[in-house]
């Protein structure tokens, strides 16, 4: 026998006589995907995505203009069905200053104007016509230059990326591929971090 051989065969050994008992246990026939029941599940359905960014209100506020902006319809999942805001609270930490100070500043100023004209409720307890009369900038013609009003600018920012995110989740793709009946796109979408 060959000392490599002879190397090989004590490297097998070892891991050999561990096979029964994983198999035992069960552990060896479970995928990472797989519960202890050996139901297979999703990572995003055993966890629920933390908010990192913003601050609870700032973050209830956001919740409230996503799904505003981007509910469901017809088949297709609304932004909060695809937990936008969880993913936008992602993006927005990851982005540059700027970006998160109009963030910021804008989710203040829906819960500042929500304050002051519906006896003291914050942006996220209102109904949906009472809001819709704080977005009311949104209701404004598109120009090429955008907004001059800092609040009008991050609302047309929240916007688009609220609409750009709920239609490249995985979800919104499996809804389009079953009204067409074939695949869309080229399967590109994000997924959230749980």
């Not at 993913?87 to 927005?92: S, Y």
């Amino acid at each position: 026998m060959h000392r490599r051989s002879l190397l090989k065969s004590l490297a097998v050994v070892p891991a050999a006589a561990t096979l029964p008992q994983l198999h035992a246990t069960g552990a060896a026939a479970r995928t990472p995907k797989e519960s202890l029941s050996g139901a297979a599940i999703a990572p995003e359905q055993a966890a629920q995505p933390i908010a990192r960014f913003f601050t609870g209100d700032e973050f209830a506020a956001l919740k409230k203009l996503c799904g505003i902006v981007m509910p469901p319809y017809a088949a297709y999942p609304g932004a909060l069905d695809v937990a936008v805001p969880e993913f936008l609270d992602f993006l927005v930490s990851q982005s540059p200053s700027d970006r998160q100070d109009l963030y910021r500043e804008g989710l203040a100023e829906l819960d500042f104007r929500a304050r002051e004209g519906h006896q003291g409720r914050v942006f996220a307890d209102l109904h949906d016509d009472d809001a819709d009369a704080i977005l009311a900038p949104l209701h404004e013609p598109w120009t090429y230059n955008g907004p001059k009003q800092k609040f009008a600018q991050f609302l047309f920012q929240a916007k688009r990326d609220v609409i750009e995110a709920t239609q490249n989740s995985s979800e919104w793709q499996a809804a389009e591929a079953r009204r067409t009946g074939h695949k869309e796109g080229f399967e590109i979408y994000w997924r959230t971090i749980g």
